[in-house]
């Protein structure tokens, strides 16, 4: 009869606390709006999208932000969902506080790699694999990847799906401070092959397909550690890393 008893309590002591949220939130839909404010976290202070841009985007596509109406009025997920659509954007958090704030937190996508095309539009690739397009407010200089594969990317949504282990591939050069800054582009062969330019040295490193990622790159440190000091920069003119256990150079 105790267990009981308590059962009931608490079914209650929820009712009650649900009743007073839906009270509150009923109250503040109520508000009249008395302000639109957005916060864009920046990426190394780096904005691809800006404040400016996206209160205009919002109250081009809902004049009630400007009319100082009710709350009530105005759908949130509306405006997220609106938010999320700009192809900058990652995530949009909207909420409206106990003024009648309607407060926007916006993340955005982190471009790894630009892919150059020399007759049209340039595009990027973010660090989840999303395609993206330039950015009107910022270039980011990051790797450059180049061919007409590279171009072809552009059709494509997201690599993560279609070229997981390219997309690996940008992922492990980004991350490594050494190879982020020493390799400055890709070149996509049409038979699915990956040539690297580097920032110091002419030479070519053919690397191949992207896999194995991890073993290529070690060759490739063991020619600068070995070779190079014995050679000197300027040997060869291509490094290969291809194949198993070898490092050819030309």
Known sequence: MRQVKKIVLLVLAGLVVS???AFVEKKAASRTLSGLEIHVEGVSDVYFVEEK????????AFPE?????????ISINALEKK???HPFVKKA????????TIRIRVSQHVPM???VRPMAADGYISSTGKILPTSSNYTSRV???????AEALLKLEDLSASEPALLDLILFINEDPFWAAQISSLELRDNGDIDLYQQVGKQVIEFGKPENIDIKFR???TYYKKILPEKGWNRYERVNVKYKDQIICE
């Not at 841009?53 to 081009?60: A, D, K, R």
């Not at 932000?65 to 009025?73: I, M, P, S, V, Y």
């Not at 958090?93 to 009648?100: H, I, M």
């Not at 790797?143 to 594969?149: D, F, V, W």
């Open 93 to 100: 958090e909207v909420y409206r506080d106990l003024k009648g």
């Open 113 to 115: 790699a630009r892919i």
């Open 19 to 21: 009743g007073f949220i």
């Open 53 to 60: 841009e996206l209160v205009g985007l919002l109250t081009n």
């Open 219 to 221: 060759k490739i440190k």
């Open 65 to 73: 932000l400007e009319k100082q109406g009710t709350l009530e009025d």
């Open 143 to 149: 790797l450059i990847m180049t061919g007409r594969r």
């Open 83 to 85: 938010v999320e659509a």
